[in-house]
């Protein structure tokens, strides 16, 4: 009786000691009140909203951060509308554990609800989605702490470099997040010039620098995402009007004169003559060769037909990443197994069966660019999409087949209505057959023509800061 009476006394004081330990320096940053909007823009065009709260429980055992996303856009002759919300849930000490997610998603691409939830060996996550059955996944355990959930304020107040890690909603990977303190800088903000102090945040999955500017009450007055999209500390009515803009136009790097017709030829080559493109783009591949003249880089593409073939399944050449079944790839769905065995009935040879899977996903799928799907099986159900959903289930059906395969994202040249030849943002598929080869099957390329520009894998954001600085001086 003793001995329970004491296990029981030991329980009660278990709270008291949890909410004795350090608080969090999350908790303890100024924010505004309420958590905080902010408009979304693109080139300076409205395009959606943010809104972000961080809270302590009433109890100070748990800190809650929420983050909501709304994009709407045209898209071609369609309106493209989005939502995101994250709700994340940490223990409330210095250093807290990731103890539950809820990552919902709805609109254009698809309702989902991800739930995870921490256990001792890993994180457990729910998936659902409606009129499916719910399907459980296991993470690997997390190492994501409470002050990832505000790195930004949590540096300024340090004054010192935070480093952390973020699960990523998209396809659930645990990804580095660093963020470094600058110096104060004197910025207009609603034509009064105020004193701000800058901070910059870099994920290793997007590589994008993200700078914002966060005044003496902790409000992040403005946040620069790369060249393009900025994020201004605005009212909620402000915040949630959108100007509906047409992002095609938006986002396109114009040519001073349409590509030649060996660009579109395989083989062929396409060379474009840059300014305004790091070194970071700078990689010497198969089919793109990159060189510095004088204040400008020239990069030459080129394409053929790959003359090293094997049969599957084969390794990855990468260590087994292009192989592996993801939450968006889905290459371990039994209904695209079973598609996929169909198309490539008993053929071996993973260049013919390549070739096969991306005509068959070229002719079965609608050209829909208003419509698009957070996975694999979702595009197979639906049958439509654009670049990215083709690129998705040609990838994932692949993969299912023991071909190593992965998504690029980049640029396409293209000469749309208006008559201005232009690059256009774009993603087409990478699969190992015995050496590397660029399929493109949203516009049934057996071979990827050159008139395109690679510069990402697996819907990365690199391309998002060279739409927004790179142009083109000369076509060869």
Not at 179 to 194: L, P, Q
Not at 287 to 305: I, L
Request: net charge neutral; proline share 6%.
């Amino acid at each position: 009786m003793i001995l329970a009476r004491s296990f029981v006394l030991c329980l009660a004081l278990v709270p008291a000691l949890v909410s004795a330990q350090p608080l969090t320096d999350v908790v303890k940053v100024p924010r505004p009140e309420g958590g905080e909007f902010m408009g979304l823009y693109l080139k300076g065009q409205k395009i959606g909203y943010m809104f972000s709260s961080i809270t302590l429980s009433p109890k100070k055992d748990t800190v809650t951060a929420l983050t909501e996303l709304h994009f709407k856009a045209k898209v071609g002759a369609a309106v493209s509308d989005r939502m995101m919300k994250e709700t994340r849930v940490y223990e409330s000490k210095q250093g807290g554990k990731l103890l539950t997610f809820v990552m919902e998603q709805s609109g254009d691409g698809g309702t989902q609800s991800l739930e995870g939830t921490a256990l001792p060996d890993g994180i457990r996550v729910v998936r659902k989605k409606p009129g499916q059955p719910n399907e459980i996944k296991m993470l690997p355990p997390s190492k994501e702490v409470v002050e990832d959930a505000d790195q930004a304020r949590v540096a300024l107040k340090r004054n010192a470099k935070v480093v952390g890690t973020i699960t990523d909603s998209t396809d659930l990977e645990q990804y580095t997040v660093t963020t470094t303190v600058g110096g104060t800088e004197a910025r207009v903000v609603g034509g009064v010039k105020a004193q701000l102090r800058r901070v910059t945040t870099i994920s290793e999955k997007e590589k994008v620098p993200t700078e914002a500017w966060v005044d003496q009450k902790g409000r992040m007055v403005e946040v620069q995402y790369g060249p393009m999209m900025t994020g201004m500390l605005e009212p909620e009515e402000v915040a949630k009007r959108v100007d509906l803009v047409e992002v095609f136009s938006l986002t396109r790097v114009k040519l001073p004169k349409p590509a030649p017709p060996e660009a579109k030829t395989v083989p062929g080559k396409f060379t474009l003559v840059l300014t305004g493109v790091t070194e970071r783009f700078w990689n010497n591949t198969y089919r793109q060769q990159w060189k510095q003249e004088g204040d400008k880089v020239v990069v030459t593409v080129s394409a053929a037909p790959p003359k090293i073939l094997k049969a599957r399944p084969l390794a990855d050449p990468n260590g087994g990443k292009n192989l592996k079944s993801t939450i968006a790839v889905e290459s371990d769905n039994p209904d695209i197994i079973a598609q996929a065995k169909a198309i490539a009935g008993t053929e071996k040879d993973a260049w013919t069966v390549a070739k096969k899977i991306n005509q068959w996903v070229y002719a079965n799928l609608e050209k829909d660019y208003g419509a698009s799907s957070d996975s694999a099986g979702d595009v197979l159900k639906l049958r439509k999409g654009d670049c990215t959903e083709h690129s998705l289930l040609t990838v994932s059906m692949l993969r299912s087949l023991g071909i190593p395969a992965k998504r690029i994202d980049g640029l396409v040249y293209l000469m749309n209505d208006d008559k201005v030849p232009a690059l256009y943002w774009h993603e087409w598929v990478e699969a190992y057959v015995g050496e590397w080869t660029q399929l493109d099957p949203t516009f049934g390329q057996d071979v990827a023509n050159p008139a395109r520009l690679a510069v990402g894998e697996e819907s990365s954001a690199e391309i998002t800061p060279l739409i927004g600085s790179m142009m083109v001086v000369e076509v060869r």
